[in-house]
């Protein structure tokens, strides 16, 4: 099999940035949650801080949309909810196969974000006969050897592998002659797929290393803090000192350090 890159280039068919594109998902959750709330309307700056973004980049990513909002009024929630499903494809149903169906794969397929977001999980399917019809989420589990079959029948054309690293090519092979073009790779390792087909990878260590670095800075932000307190406070409680010339001491004469003379 031929092999490429593991994303399409940086910009999409209409000129949208993939950075852009990264972050429309960001502004759709937020979004979804003032509409659940039944507010009308949103500033660019609660929106952007709803979603993690600086209002400027907000506004920005919104242009290439061809939404501007209403000066003193915000931009339209309802309006808005709609005009990023619509760039998202996600105004239409797709089905989705998940292959590997152990704990990790169990959890996926009860995701019930899949349904509410555009995405129908449409077969699960496993290498191990005694799962075989065993039904997670409801779902019954079918034997890969019908992966081709499922995902013609289906017209699948997003895969989700959650499969041991050792499978995880032999899988995503076959998920792409089969002719999925977009796959979520749970694996733990880089997959190698023709060009034109995308790849999202989800490493849950990468994200833990990433966590565990902000901990570990915190935490030397939190040492450095205590002590420069403990230095600060100790500087505070000590005793002045002396000063020369009036209790003793030595002090400075013309041929070096001389007995200082107590006052009569």
Same mark, same amino acid.
């Given at each position: 099999m031929a092999t490429g890159r593991t994303h399409r280039p940086a910009t999409r068919s209409r000129g949208i940035p993939e950075a852009t594109v990264a972050r429309l998902?960001?502004?759709?959750?937020?979004?979804?949650?003032? /509409?659940? !709330?039944?507010?009308?309307?949103? %500033? %660019?700056?609660?929106?952007?801080?709803?979603?993690? &973004?600086? /209002?400027?980049?907000? =506004?920005?990513?919104f242009s290439y949309l061809g939404s501007y909002g209403t000066r003193g009024v915000g931009y339209d929630v309802e309006y808005l909810v709609y005009q990023i499903s619509r760039e998202l494809g996600l105004t239409q149903d797709w089905p989705v196969v998940i292959v590997g169906i152990g704990n990790l794969g169990a959890a996926l397929a009860g995701y019930g974000g899949f349904a509410s977001r555009g995405f129908r999980v449409a077969a699960l399917i496993d290498a191990d006969p005694?799962?075989? #019809?065993?039904?997670?989420?409801?779902?019954?589990?079918?034997?890969?050897?019908?992966?081709?079959?499922?995902?013609?029948?289906?017209?699948? %054309?997003? #895969? &989700?592998?959650?499969?041991?690293?050792?499978?995880?090519?032999?899988?995503?092979?076959?998920?792409?002659?089969? #002719? &999925?073009? %977009?796959?979520?790779?749970?694996?733990?390792?880089?997959?190698?797929?023709? +060009?034109?087909?995308?790849? !999202?990878?989800? +490493?849950?260590?990468?994200?833990?290393?990433?966590?565990?670095?902000?901990?570990? =800075?915190?935490? #030397?932000?939190?040492?450095?803090?205590?002590?420069?307190?403990?230095?600060?406070?100790?500087?505070?409680?000590?005793?002045?000192?002396?000063?020369?010339?009036?209790t003793g001491g030595s002090r400075k004469g013309p041929d070096g350090d001389v007995p200082a003379v107590m006052p009569a």
């Open positions: 998902p960001l502004y759709l959750r937020a979004l979804t949650a003032l /509409s659940e !709330r039944s507010v009308p309307t949103v %500033s %660019s700056e609660e929106l952007a801080a709803a979603a993690g &973004v600086n /209002s400027a980049k907000l =506004r920005k990513d005694a799962m075989t #019809g065993k039904p997670v989420a409801g779902i019954p589990v079918q034997h890969s050897d019908d992966l081709e079959k499922i995902i013609e029948e289906d017209g699948v %054309s997003i #895969g &989700v592998i959650a499969t041991p690293a050792g499978v995880a090519q032999q899988v995503c092979d076959r998920l792409v002659a089969a #002719g &999925v073009t %977009s796959i979520l790779n749970f694996a733990p390792t880089v997959l190698s797929v023709p +060009d034109g087909v995308d790849v !999202r990878k989800v +490493d849950l260590s990468i994200e833990l290393q990433i966590l565990a670095f902000h901990e570990q =800075r915190k935490a #030397g932000e939190e040492s450095n803090a205590e002590a420069a307190a403990e230095a600060e406070t100790a500087a505070a409680v000590a005793p002045p000192a002396p000063r020369g010339g009036t």
